[in-house]
């Protein structure tokens, strides 16, 4: 049997888990820079606030229904999800984690006897341990537990947040409620070639005068995805990759900018955090990628994404060495835009292997220094926290350089935000 559990909308329970006043109030969360809504309350969905809306276009909106705005804080939503997802393991060993708020269970071996009860259980303890709220489909393959879950949130007065697909009746007036557009799976475009052959419910989906037609267009995927629906589990719990095949750094500025100091300063930023990470999870990289964005709707040209790759000789995670060939691109790439002004720039780390394969070159090394130097870089900043240690043409006083107008205090993550209770 699997379960999907799935926390309601996450970032806005987050906040309100350290704001209850909050509470039953429409709240909706905007992306990095405050620039559009990525997360709603029911009450801000009641209120007419549109997924996705940049935040100038709902000021008057915002005032008229009283929505309260968040900017994203995701240290917060993101040790709050490792919270419930180290509840979860309580309950079973075997999870996967398929998103910041969503995990796939399975209870292969765990002795359940009665799900709902379980469900209830889990329920239960998540609410009153975090107070977060969420909600929990049973069913015997990933596919149709997901439709559980989906059931469990719509009609939470009737099934208490818990849901169980455990017969074929059940399993069979799902599929019939479920449109195909809502399919674990099935994206715009196969929605609407779904359409066309009057497939328009899970249950269409599954008719076995449709299984060419799905092997055509969506080929095994489409086919193991049937599967699923019927009933016959097809699909494993996929563990976490251990490394990033890759890593990217990317951040658009509050303010556009065309001086060449301001961006070599985020672009060093962008690169010693790639560095960082490589480090992190004992990786080098070969290849550095700088990318840069102007705003596509203040210039005439064709041409508003700039992006150069350089292929080291030797493989490495140095600050210094990402750092500064990753300046030696911005310089090229400047070099005849001066004046134009850039919305967002990157750093990307590409071709990685572990640490420990690096192979050392006879001709051209990194200088052996940097590895000592690097080492006792990474221990300060853990331990002294917030990145203080970083290179001097870095911004000393601050390394995200972001409109967070609406930011909450990191609550679980910054001691000095801790919360104080007075007890009398």
């Known amino acids: 049997m699997y379960a999907l559990v799935d926390c309601n909308n996450f970032y806005a329970s987050c906040e309100r888990v350290f704001q209850p006043e909050f509470n039953g109030k429409p709240v909706a969360i905007l992306s990095n820079n405050d620039g559009c809504v990525i997360s709603r309350s029911n009450e801000a969905k009641a209120a007419g606030v549109p997924m996705g809306a940049p935040a100038f276009k709902i000021r008057e909106l915002v005032k008229e229904k009283n929505v309260k705005l968040f900017s994203s804080n995701y240290p917060l939503y993101g040790d709050l999800s490792n919270r419930v997802m180290e509840i979860l393991r309580q309950f079973t060993p075997n999870v996967e984690i398929y998103s910041i708020d969503e995990a796939f269970l399975n209870f292969d071996g765990v002795g359940v006897l009665d799900y709902q009860d379980y469900g209830l259980q889990m329920k239960s303890r998540i609410q009153k341990w975090l107070g977060l709220p969420v909600c929990i489909g049973f069913a015997e393959t990933k596919a149709l537990s997901k439709l559980a879950n989906k059931i469990a949130k719509e009609f939470q007065e009737r099934t208490k947040g818990v849901y169980v697909i455990d017969t074929d009746e059940k399993r069979i007036k799902a599929l019939k409620w479920t449109k195909i557009e809502d399919v674990w799976g099935i994206g715009y475009r196969t929605k609407k070639k779904a359409k066309l052959r009057n497939i328009n419910t899970a249950l269409d989906f599954i008719n076995p005068v449709h299984e060419a037609w799905i092997k055509k267009e969506m080929g095994v995927i489409g086919l193991r995805l049937k599967c699923e629906l019927e009933g016959k589990s097809v699909l494993d719990l996929e563990p976490l990759p251990e490394q990033r095949k890759s890593i990217a750094t990317t951040r658009s500025f509050p303010k556009q900018i065309s001086d060449f100091d301001l961006l070599r300063e985020r672009i060093v930023t962008f690169a010693s955090v790639c560095a960082e990470k490589l480090r992190k999870q004992n990786s080098c990289c070969h290849t550095i990628i700088v990318m840069l964005v102007i705003d596509k709707h203040s210039v ?30 911005l310089k090229k790439l400047h070099k005849g835009n001066e004046g134009i002004r850039f919305k967002k720039a990157g750093v990307i780390v590409t071709e990685l292997i572990d640490e420990d394969k690096k192979q050392f070159q006879l001709f051209e090394e990194e200088n052996p220094k940097h590895l000592a130097l690097m080492k006792v870089m990474d221990q300060l900043n853990t ?7 970083k290179l001097a043409s870095q911004n000393l006083k601050l390394t995200w350089d972001m409109n967070q107008n609406h930011l909450s205090p990191k609550y679980t993550t910054d001691f000095s935000k801790l919360l104080e209770v007075k007890c009398l």
């Open 300 to 329: 005439k040209s064709s041409q508003y994404y700039f992006n150069m790759a350089v292929t080291l000789s030797y493989a490495t995670n140095s600050t210094l060495t990402i750092s500064n060939t990753a300046i030696e691109m």
């Open 383 to 389: 331990k002294i926290g917030n990145r203080k240690v």
